[in-house]
């Protein structure tokens, strides 16, 4: 229920979040920064991340794979 519908406007959050985390995962895959070269190296090891299937890791890195999924449909 939204906001203007005398919801509190959590469902929005929650699209808010997972947006932002897709986003992560862009920039992950992308792999142009510091932040994406770590990642790479320590959850990868020299594996594509796609094969990558361990939900051990930083909250970070559950949240990057909980919306794998979904963000996968949508890259090229």
């Known amino acids: 229920m939204s906001h203007a519908e005398g919801g509190v406007g959590l469902r929005q959050l929650e699209d808010f979040f997972k947006a ?6 862009w920039n992950f ?4 920064s510091l932040w994406a070269s770590f990642m790479q190296a320590k959850f990868c090891r020299e594996v594509h991340p796609n094969l ?9 890195w559950r ?4 919306v794998r999924n979904i963000a996968e449909r949508h890259i090229r």
Do not use: C, P, W
């Open 29 to 32: 895959r992308a792999n142009t």
């Open 63 to 66: 949240t990057m794979m909980k």
């Open 52 to 60: 990558v299937f361990g939900a051990k890791g930083s909250e970070v």
């Open 20 to 25: 932002f985390s897709i986003k992560l995962l």
